[in-house]
């Protein structure tokens, strides 16, 4: 494992039990983001970087009991913690790095990743990875629940334009690695980047 994997995977570990109550409000947003992904019942979906998997159950809703939900993290105490708060009935677990999925070129119909962009030490090689699992016309979801500039003033820092989350730099980067970004959001309760696999 390189060294920035090493330090995602501290940096969550060390979070992983207290992750849930730190953000207690959060459900709506996840539930009203996931509406706007459009699954259908019967769909494969991937939660990367599921964390303690509080996409899961919303996403097994979205595709139903005939529909494959897939939780891959990198951090094990992150999927511990799924276990623990009884989510894990909702989808197959994967220990992996999002940048290596053991998974067949499209079989994927959809990405949900919350929080996971600004944590990808490569985000171009992510992104071309999660194409390669997602068919033509599959959707990717980029959600965090607060916006930018709200997230960088809880972190004590200023937005900047060079952010990985920028609108010109996610657009040329989702473009680069065979996305187009079809919708972009960032208000203070909101981060929503939706792009189709070309
Ligand atoms: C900010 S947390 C978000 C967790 C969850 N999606 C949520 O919304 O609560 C980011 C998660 O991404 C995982 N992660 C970061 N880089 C990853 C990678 N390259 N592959 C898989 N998971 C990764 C971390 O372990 C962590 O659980």
Redesign the pocket.
Do not use: P
């Given at each position: 494992m390189t060294d920035d994997?090493r330090a995602?995977?501290e940096f969550?570990t060390e979070r992983a039990a207290r992750?849930d109550a730190r953000f207690p409000e959060d459900g709506p947003a996840y539930a009203a983001a996931i509406a706007e992904v459009g699954l259908r019942p019967g769909e494969t979906v991937l939660d990367a970087?599921?964390?303690?998997g509080?996409?899961l159950p919303l996403l097994r809703t979205a595709v139903g009991p005939d529909g494959t939900v897939l939780g891959?993290?990198?951090?094990p105490a992150?999927l511990r913690q799924v276990v623990t708060a009884g989510r894990a009935r909702s989808a197959s677990l994967l220990l992996?790095?999002?940048?290596r999925l053991p998974l067949r070129d499209g079989s994927l119909d959809a990405v949900f990743g919350?929080?996971?962009i600004s944590?990808?030490p490569g985000p171009e090689t992510?992104l071309r990875e999660l194409a390669r699992v997602v068919r033509p016309q599959g959707r990717l979801a980029l959600f965090h629940p607060v916006g930018r500039a709200a997230l960088a003033a809880r972190q004590g820092r200023q937005i900047t334009a060079d952010d990985i989350r920028a609108e010109p730099r996610l657009r040329a980067l989702l473009a680069a690695t065979g996305w187009r970004l079809v919708s972009y959001v960032d208000e203070d309760d909101r981060y929503l980047a939706l792009a189709v696999r070309e």
């Open positions: 994997r995602v995977r969550f992750w970087g599921c964390g303690t509080r996409a891959a993290d990198l951090t992150m992996t790095d999002v940048a919350a929080g996971l944590h990808l992510g």
